[in-house]
């Protein structure tokens, strides 16, 4: 059974930063398609960046240039790193994973995201 387990979130001030990182719990030597999202109260959930099994990254016009997607498969771990953070980054972000073959040496196109974590609180002080 696949998990994954989102850590790293807290409080900070306006211009801090914070790196969340998802554990997942299954073995590979392979990159898949996997994501950041977020939601935030009343509010949608969101995209907020992607990273494809090729390694190329994609990201929510929102948070270009200050958020950076990574991996590192010998951790079994998905990074954001957060920089420049604002009041309106504040939500609940979640990491999602789409383990199909498929993806592997390929970007991701329309992913189906099977598996996700449980979240972890983001908040952002003015």
């Known amino acids: 059974q696949v998990q994954l387990v989102e850590s790293g979130g807290g409080s900070v001030q306006a211009g801090g930063s914070l790196r969340l990182s998802c554990v997942v719990s299954?073995?590979?030597?392979?990159?898949?398609?996997m994501g950041w999202f977020r939601q935030a109260p009343g509010k949608e959930r969101e995209g907020v960046a992607t990273?494809?099994?090729?390694?190329?990254?994609s990201y929510a016009d929102s948070v270009k240039g200050r958020f950076s997607i990574s991996q590192d498969n010998a951790k079994n771990t998905l990074y954001l790193q957060m920089n420049s953070l604002k009041p309106e980054d504040t939500a609940m972000y979640y990491c999602?994973?789409?383990?199909?073959?498929?993806?592997?040496?390929?970007?991701?196109?329309?992913?189906?995201?099977?598996?996700w974590g449980q979240g972890t609180q983001v908040t952002v002080s003015s």
């Open positions: 299954v073995y590979t030597d392979s990159r898949y398609c």
């Open positions: 990273i494809g099994g090729d390694g190329s990254t």
């Open positions: 999602a994973a789409d383990l199909r073959t498929l993806w592997v040496g390929f970007p991701c196109v329309a992913p189906l995201y099977k598996y």
